[in-house]
């Protein structure tokens, strides 16, 4: 890579020697003068930085009340594999011949959990699918659990 020298023919350092005007901002603020048009001209400033600080605080506000709809979705999908992972271990345990009421309290508690419609329709469709299979299984359980007794 080949570095060029600045086109004005003054060697460059990197600092800018630019100098600020001595009458500007904080500056104006602590100056040893008490004139009042010192301090009126420096009010205004200071109202305009006030207000902006209000702007961005209600702007993130504004930000934090969106409805996100990725979040619905991704606790929609949370409660899914939740009823799923039950349903699985459910069908181990018929297949091993262990089934317990521990299976029944788990199924209960995952179709339990209240579930926000997510806005995708086709996932809503499967959670209802999985929501009813879900059911199927608590009450085959519990009649299951009658009939021991």
Request: proline share 3%; glycine share 10%; net charge positive.
């Amino acid at each position: 890579m080949r570095v060029s020298r600045p086109v004005s023919g003054k060697p460059s350092n990197g600092v800018s020697k630019s100098k600020a005007p001595a009458s500007s901002g904080f500056s104006k603020l602590v100056s040893n003068s008490n004139s009042d048009s010192d301090v009126e001209q420096a009010a205004p400033n200071a109202a305009a930085g006030g207000v902006a600080g209000v702007g961005g605080i209600d702007s993130i506000m504004a930000l934090q009340g969106l409805d996100n709809s990725t979040e619905k979705r991704n606790k929609a999908l949370r409660k899914g594999r939740r009823m799923m992972d039950a349903l699985d271990r459910l069908q181990i345990s018929v297949l091993d011949g262990s089934t317990t009421t521990a299976h029944l309290g788990l199924l209960q508690r995952a179709l339990g959990e209240l579930r926000e419609e997510s806005g995708d329709d086709g996932l809503d469709n499967a959670l209802s699918h999985i929501e009813v299979r879900t059911a199927v299984e608590i009450a085959k359980l519990e009649r299951q659990k009658k009939e021991q007794r």
